[in-house]
């Protein structure tokens, strides 16, 4: 059975820090290109961070780079998203996915907020 479990959100103060987990059981990380994504209240879903499985190669959206990664843990099957220099405008769920299988997890909420 796949699960996704995110975890890590919060309030957080414009400038600050975050990471956020994602617990996967059913299927492996390191076999499956794992994405974050994001959705902001009133808005559609968008990806934030995808890491391939091969290689482990990053790719960002451009209102993070420079500021997020992600990466993965193979021996804890967890992929994280290390957020940094929060903005107001990265408040959102944020969800783990991989898109070889349809489960979504039910997302960790990010507020940036003074």
């Known amino acids: 059975q796949v699960q996704l479990v995110e975890s890590g959100g919060g309030l957080v103060q414009p400038g600050g820090s975050l990471r956020l987990s994602c617990a996967v059981s059913?299927?492996?990380?390191?076999?499956?290109?794992m994405i974050w994504y994001r959705q902001a209240q009133g808005k559609e879903r968008e990806l934030v961070a995808a890491?391939?499985?091969?290689?482990?190669?990053?790719n960002y959206a451009d209102s993070v780079k420079g500021r997020f990664t992600i990466s993965r843990d193979n021996a804890k099957n967890t992929v994280y998203l290390q957020m940094n220099s929060l903005k107001p405008e990265d408040t959102a769920v944020y969800y783990c996915?991989?898109?070889?299988?349809?489960?979504w997890g039910q997302g960790t909420q990010v507020t940036v907020s003074s």
């Open positions: 059913g299927f492996t990380v390191s076999s499956n290109i």
């Open positions: 996915h991989a898109p070889r299988f349809g489960d």
């Open positions: 890491i391939t499985s091969a290689g482990g190669h990053t």
